[in-house]
């Protein structure tokens, strides 16, 4: 029995602190950095996928990219806590600028955004008809 404890004492008590700090310093991680999502929508409400949005600290000039998956969720994480900037683009929209976002440390933020359909952007279709040639008659 005198072993058994003596490899309790060597071993596992050891791996157990080690293990306990390592959860400590993910908390304390967590708790210094924010968190910024969201959904993002069309006009009609309908959620859009592959929407790039970009992050942007007003201080730091750090920007985090990130896309919007198929449910139109997107998720930027490890925040320094402070003021930014969104961006949100798409083929066919209108960019969307958002500013003075305040991302505390330890919370998550959420900004749900619906984008705009670019009204400057026409489809013009054009038919090309061959023209009628009048003949005379006589050559």
Do not use: C
Request: glycine share 8%; hydrophobic share 40%; net charge neutral.
């Amino acid at each position: 029995m005198p072993r058994v404890r003596e490899f309790l004492r060597l071993i596992i008590y050891p791996v157990s602190l080690i293990l306990l700090l390592m959860g400590a310093s993910t908390l304390n991680a967590q708790i210094n950095r924010g968190i910024m999502e969201g959904i993002v929508t069309d006009a009609q409400g309908a959620i859009m996928a592959a929407v790039q949005v970009e992050i942007t600290s007003v201080d730091t000039n750090v920007v985090q990219r990130v896309t919007t998956n198929d449910s139109g969720y997107y998720r930027a994480s490890d925040l320094v806590p402070g003021k930014y900037r969104a961006r949100f683009s798409f083929p066919g929209f209108s960019t969307l600028d958002m500013t003075a976002i305040e991302v505390p440390a330890g919370k998550t933020t959420r900004l749900d955004t619906q984008m705009r359909v670019d009204a400057t952007r026409q489809t013009v279709e054009v038919k090309a008809e061959a023209p009628l040639v009048e003949s005379g008659g006589q050559f």
